[in-house]
Structures are given as C-alpha cells and as structure tokens.
C-alpha cells in the first residue's frame, strides 16, 4: 500500500490530499480573500497566509482520510513554476515532514499535475493525448506522451488565458479573480453581441494582450456615448469576451490535433473550468470525433489532489528527491 501526502502552495491557495494507492481520499484547500481588494495576488501576504494555512490544512486532510501521520509513506510537493515566497512555505513544510518522519520525498511541476489530474477518477486518458492547459499564469498546448513525458507544441506569448479574464475583468470593474464571474455573467449575454478581434499568432502559439487593449477601447468608446453602458450590458460584453478567448483557444487545439494527428482532447488548469470552454469542446468533441477529457470542477483550479496524484506515480517510479532540493519560480515540464 501507497499513502501519499501531496502539498500544494504555488499560489494563493493552500491545499493538503492524502491518496492511498492512487484513490483521492481528501483533498482540503484554503483560500486566500485577502487579496480581493488589492484586484490581484499580493505576493507577500500570499506567503504570510500559507503559514498560517499550512498545519491546519494538512491535519485536516489527513483526518479526513481517517488515517494516522505515521500511514504517510511519502510527501509529494508542488516545487515550481509559482510565486517563490509561496513555494518555500509548501517546499519547507514538506521537507521537514519529511525528514521528521524520515519517508522519501516527491518534487512536483505544478503545471504538469494539472495535466495529471486527468488520472484522478475515470475516464482516464490514453497516451498519447492533447492537454490545453491553462490557468492564470500558463496557456499551453501540450502533446502528453507518457506521465512525465510531455512535450510543450505551443504557448503564449504574453498574457496567460486567466489573465486575459481576469485583466478584462478589472477593465469591467469586477473584483479579483475575475474569470468565474465573467463566466457567471456571460451565461445570459449575447455572445456576437460585440465583435473582438481574433490575433493572428503563427504556429500552436497564443496572444491575448491585443484583445486585452480591444476591450479596452470598445469599452471607453461606448460609455463616451453611454456613461451607464456597462452596467446596462455586462451580460453582452461578458458572453462576447467569453466567446473570442474560447475560440482563440479551441482553433488552435485543432490546429494541434490537425498536426498531431492525435483524437484524444484534454483540458487542465483554472481556465478549464469555464463553462463556455467546457461546451464548446464537447461541441467540438462532436463534430470532429475526438475523445474528449473535461476535468471535475474541484481538480481544475489549483488543488493539492492533482499533486497527490502525481506523486504516487513517481513513487511508483521510485523517483524521490533529497532535502537540498529548492523551489523554483520558473519551471520547465
Ligand atoms: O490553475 P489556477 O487555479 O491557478 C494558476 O495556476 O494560475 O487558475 C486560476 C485562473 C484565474 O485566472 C481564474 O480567473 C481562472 O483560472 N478561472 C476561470 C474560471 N475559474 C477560474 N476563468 C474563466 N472561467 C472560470 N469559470
Ligand atoms: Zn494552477
């Protein structure tokens, strides 16, 4: 039997799993609300907060698996990509349960455990398949070959999917994070109600800063004419916002499958929550006979069972890590 501690922190959330023998047993994360009124993460306070998280949130994970600490056979951590400040809590944490209790360690890429909550719960993937992963920092087009075998075919080249939401968010004065409420807004809107341009970017890459500055524009001409303009159509502009940032996306994963001649389609991250994103990949799923992988709503968003899971199949590779490791801010899958 495999008990396996994940930890995730990269972020502003704060999150502890315990996954015996590759099954999802708990899977507890603490916000962070404090920074909803500074419209965006604050680093330092994001750091402050997963101390004050960390303990409380991994004793209530491994009650909820009704196990004892001394069942943990391994802890796995988020390592990187992240906010340093935020990865030292989780990587330090981690390390020294780990040392104290002297069972191995797991290093952890955050973005390639957002792929890898595809292995949580049936129906799983087969190899090889497409993940378009994106969340508030990445938006990937990633060609998943084996568990750790993962190929980066496209990226963004500025602003990631989630910050396209959440910045368009700020220019239509909702709060911080902005990407649910766009979602929650556009369900009743027009969504060709506004016409946004689509970049063109070569290859399997991205760009949203250009829809970004659109928004912007469209939105200070309209309330020239209409001061009350947003507050009369928040729904409209939401849905068409809604609509481009999906179609950016969903034209390029076909590009992908075009090139790859890969069928299997999968999508990870915060943004793959969004339901206009969930529907039209399954219309797309149709329409051009691919096997479509849409994750649980609670293992799209940053979550320590997506780490928890990773980590027991490294544990299975036996692939451990010793206490000099450090977190990175950056890394590469
Ligand atoms: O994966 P994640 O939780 O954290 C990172 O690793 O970045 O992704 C967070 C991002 C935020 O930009 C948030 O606005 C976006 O995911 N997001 C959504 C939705 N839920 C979360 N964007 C659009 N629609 C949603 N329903
Ligand atoms: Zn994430």
């Not at 390390?95 to 949580?120: C, D, G, T, W, Y």
């Not at 500025?158 to 239509?172: H, R, S, V």
């Not at 090139?259 to 389609?265: F, N």
């Not at 691919?290 to 293992?299: H, M, S």
Request: proline content about 5%; charged content about 20%.
């Amino acid at each position: 039997m495999a008990v396996i501690l994940g930890i995730e922190s990269s972020c502003d959330e704060t999150s502890a799993s315990i996954c015996i023998d590759g099954e999802i047993k708990s899977n507890i994360i603490a916000g962070q609300a404090i920074h909803a009124k500074y419209g965006g993460v604050v680093p330092e306070l994001a750091s402050r907060a997963h101390q004050l998280h960390i303990i409380p949130t991994v004793d209530a994970a491994i009650q909820q698996a009704k196990i004892h600490k001394n069942d943990i056979d391994a802890v796995a951590f988020t390592r990187g990509p992240g906010l340093l400040g935020s990865l030292l809590v989780g990587t330090s944490f981690a390390k020294s349960f780990a040392l104290a209790r002297q069972i191995p360690l797991i290093e952890v890429n955050h973005m390639q455990a957002h792929i890898l909550a595809h292995f949580i719960e049936e129906p799983k993937p087969n190899f090889p398949f497409l993940c378009l992963t994106v969340s508030g920092g990445h938006t990937q087009i990633v060609l998943v070959k084996d568990y750790f075998e993962m190929e980066v075919l496209g990226q963004t080249l500025d602003d990631a999917a989630g910050e396209a939401f959440d910045k368009t968010a700020k220019i239509l004065n909702l709060p911080y994070p902005g990407g649910p409420l766009i979602d929650k807004y556009a369900q009743t809107g027009n969504p060709n109600a506004y016409k946004l341009p689509e970049p063109q970017i070569p290859e399997l890459n991205f760009s949203f800063s250009g829809l970004k500055t659109a928004i912007l524009y469209m939105v200070q001409a309209e309330e020239k004419k209409n001061p009350n303009f947003l507050m009369e159509n928040i729904a409209d502009v939401c849905a068409s916002v809604q609509q481009r940032i999906v179609s950016i996306l969903l034209n390029k994963l076909k590009r992908a499958a075009e090139q790859t001649g890969v069928r299997d389609m999968a999508i990870a991250g915060g943004v793959s929550a969004n339901s206009g994103l969930r529907r039209a990949l399954l219309e797309m799923g149709k329409q051009y006979r691919w096997n479509v992988f849409i994750p649980k709503f609670e293992y799209c968003t940053d979550n320590a069972a997506m780490i928890a899971i990773a980590g027991y199949h490294k544990y299975l590779r036996q692939e451990f890590v010793n206490q000099d490791i450090a977190p990175l801010a950056r890394m590469h899958m």
